[in-house]
């Protein structure tokens, strides 16, 4: 077991305890103080731990290695996980949306001001920070070069190819970084201005982006716990693979399926006119060969026929768009 906590997704893990560092010092805030933004803040880091904790446990069972009983293995376990930690944003929503409607409906001043701010102003540094860290792995887990795009354009085209413990992680931090400048600027309204409406104003902004959050993050992992096709990026990946090779001329049908992070490979491929049976079932082993050397392929099936001579596979043409 502990070699496969080993295998967890980093981000998540770091997060997860970064976010009970932040819970427990905002909950003491919002205990002493009163504030109801920095009560939904608490809340927030509370459900950004379970999630985070839920999603890197997720993360290292879906490297189990397949069984006969589960023979395409348990890549898919991690989407469930983060479907599990969607439902516990979602309560963690209606309990920050109840309690802004309660503020709005009967204002009052919370004390220790300055308290507040420190206590959100670090929040939003530690969340800044990890969300910087959440954005280098994307870029690493996309492979793309930021060069020529740059750093946070890079981060925001191809957040998509990354792992979903890490676009869980990514979307997480940037609804808690907007969230603490939501807080800090409520709590700094209401004491300047006494309308103590604002702090239940924010607690309710807070609650709705973690509406939207577990919205986005429930679809992607719904549509990736039925099995959906691969990114035409992927796909092209390991179109070039299977092209790459000297004996096949033309790819006939090709289905890359992602399951969480890994992705599964079926087709067929056409090889060299005249070419003997014992032979083109080598040169197939040698292709399942090439692509099982990439780290995101998981499995790959391949059958083979004599080519027809007919390009029926055009690298550019699949290239184009996603």
Do not use: C
């Not at 870029?139 to 354009?153: A, H, L, P, Y």
């Not at 890079?154 to 190819?161: D, L, M």
């Not at 807080?183 to 300047?192: L, T, Y």
């Not at 070039?240 to 090779?245: P, W």
């Amino acid at each position: 077991m502990l070699e496969l906590l080993k295998k967890g997704n980093k981000s998540s893990g770091i997060s997860a305890l970064g976010n009970i560092a932040i819970a427990t010092i905002k909950g003491i805030a919002a205990a002493i103080s009163g504030s109801g933004t920095m009560f939904a803040t608490t809340i927030h880091s509370i459900a950004d731990a379970i999630n985070q904790g839920m999603v890197y446990f997720g993360s290292a069972l879906a490297e189990k290695e397949p069984t006969k009983r589960f023979p395409t293995g348990f890549g898919r376990v991690v989407n469930l996980f983060v479907l599990l930690a969607v439902i516990v944003v979602s309560i963690m929503a209606y309990e920050t949306l109840h309690k802004g409607w309660e503020i709005i409906q009967h204002p009052k001043e919370s004390s220790n001001f300055w308290l507040n701010v420190i206590v959100l102003s670090a929040s939003v540094l530690i969340d800044g920070s990890v969300l910087f860290k959440v954005m280098k792995e994307v870029v690493q887990e996309s492979e793309e070069d930021t060069s020529e795009k740059g750093f946070f354009k890079t981060v925001i085209e191809n957040i998509k190819y990354a792992a979903p413990p890490t676009r869980l992680v990514f979307y997480e931090d940037i609804v808690a970084t907007l969230g603490g400048f939501v807080a800090i600027i409520a709590v700094i309204v209401a004491h300047f201005t006494g309308n103590y409406i604002v702090d239940g104003i924010g607690t309710i902004i807070i609650g709705l982006l973690l509406i939207g959050i577990a919205i986005k993050i429930g679809y992607e992992n719904t549509v990736g716990l039925i099995g959906v096709a691969a990114p035409k990026k992927v796909e092209h990946r390991v179109a070039e693979i299977i092209l790459g090779h000297s004996k096949v001329v033309d790819i006939r049908n090709l289905r890359v399926i992602q399951e969480g992070r890994q992705y599964h490979v079926e087709g067929y491929i056409e090889l060299e006119k005249g070419m003997a049976l014992a032979d083109a079932d080598d040169i197939k082993f040698e292709v399942v060969e090439l692509l099982m050397q990439d780290k995101d392929v998981d499995d790959a099936t391949l059958g083979v026929i004599e080519s027809d001579d007919v390009q029926s596979f055009n690298l550019d043409e699949e290239n184009k768009g996603d």
